[in-house]
């Protein structure tokens, strides 16, 4: 019996399910609503440029991301029973910097789903 096969087996789809996946399927909604509405067009008119209009977005996504990204690497890096925890010999930054890289690809592929679809 592994414990720690045990603790990874329950805390990484939970972790990356309801974390990211969300937080991309509501940015990439929030899109195109934005879409839908013709917000950006609006915003175009009075003289927001392209390139401040998604930065905007990405900056706002990150914000929330990087949010997740700490509070993933707390939980996969506490310890819960007798010392166990799930990733107990990584380094708590290299963790990080992952998650958030791979929050940063979650945001460039909402991105992309977004121009996808032209209406909600």
Not at 35 to 50: C, D, P, Q, S, Y
């Amino acid at each position: 019996h592994d414990k720690y096969l045990y603790i990874i087996q329950f805390w990484f789809p939970y972790l990356f399910g309801i974390a990211y996946v969300y937080s991309v399927m509501n940015l990439t909604r929030q899109i195109i609503h934005e879409k839908v509405t013709r917000l950006k067009e609006f915003m175009k008119i009075m003289g927001l440029a392209n390139w401040q209009h998604w930065t905007t977005w990405f900056a706002r996504s990150f914000a929330v991301l990087l949010i997740v990204s700490i509070m993933n690497t707390i939980l996969l890096k506490a310890e819960f029973k007798e010392g166990i925890s799930v990733l107990s010999k990584s380094n708590s930054t290299l963790v990080f910097a992952i998650l958030l890289l791979y929050g940063l690809h979650l945001i460039t592929f909402a991105f992309l789903c977004s121009t996808l679809f032209s209406s909600g």
